[in-house]
Antibody, heavy 112, light 109 residues
Framework: QVQLQQWGAGLLKPSETLSLTCTVY????????WIWIRQSPGKGLEWIGD???????NYNPSLKSRVTISVDTSKNQFSLKLTSVTAADAAVYYC??????WGQGTMVTVSS | QTVVTQEPSLTVSPGGTVTLTCASS?????????PNWFQQKPGQTPRALIY???NKHSWTPARFSGSLLGGKAALTLSGVQPEDEAEYYC?????????FGGGTKLTVL
């Protein structure tokens, strides 16, 4: 069955770029949507954006100016970049497939 | 800005039935909003329960069901178990964008 494993830097300074990658095991990127979601400490879930295997993207309007989601079909991976982070971007970031299969989450802290 | 509203908290007795709802600031929720429901327990990753209003995943217990009720999306738990105590989130689709509800903390007492 499909599993997602994500990784990336967990500690950033303000104004740096958050970069996370999610590898898909047990399946391909074709035919599905690949999603990034975050959850601030003690708060609810927030959809960041998604991408399909062709590279078509949708972004949360509130983050659109700072977010890029990309896909690398040769590596069966998709990635998230969020520029100019602030303390408000501190959260657990999840990758997911169609919202049904989720990665393990990556806690990102923003501190100077 | 679109807001998706859920009950902040609900309490149910073991064996009882409870319905959680999910409302949209844009008006009545229909199947075109493709309602999804998730369960999250403390320290765990959210787990998908329901997609496109009422469809269950292979791992979703039979006591969970999704529907549309009075212009809202609804998640009904019948025969609640102690392990159902958790935070529940709904998710709605707005033509290219998804919005989560604020979550309902369900207490089984």
């Amino acid at each position: 069955q499909v599993q997602l494993q994500q990784w990336g830097a967990g500690l950033l300074k303000p104004s740096e770029t958050l970069s996370l990658t999610c590898t898909v095991y047990g399946g391909s990127l074709s035919g599905d949507y690949w999603i990034w979601i975050r959850q601030s400490p003690g708060k609810g879930l927030e959809w960041i954006g998604d991408i399909n295997h062709s590279g078509n993207t949708n972004y949360n309007p509130s983050l659109k100016s700072r977010v890029t989601i990309s896909v690398d079909t040769s590596k069966n991976q998709f990635s998230l970049k969020l520029t100019s982070v602030t303390a408000a971007d501190a959260a657990v970031y999840y990758c997911a497939r169609n919202f049904d299969i989720w990665g393990q989450g990556t806690m990102v802290t923003v501190s100077s | 800005q679109t807001v998706v509203t859920q009950e902040p908290s609900l309490t149910v007795s073991p064996g009882g039935t409870v319905t959680l709802t999910c409302a949209s600031s844009t008006g009545a929720v229909t199947s075109s909003y493709s309602p999804n429901w998730f369960q999250q327990k403390p320290g765990q990753t959210p787990r998908a329960l329901i997609y496109t209003t009422s469809n269950k995943h292979s791992w979703t217990p039979a006591r969970f069901s999704g529907s549309l009720l009075g212009g809202k999306a609804a998640l009904t738990l019948s025969g609640v178990q102690p392990e159902d105590e958790a935070e529940y989130y709904c998710l709605l689709y707005y033509g290219g964008a998804w919005v989560f509800g604020g979550g309902t903390k369900l207490t089984v007492l």
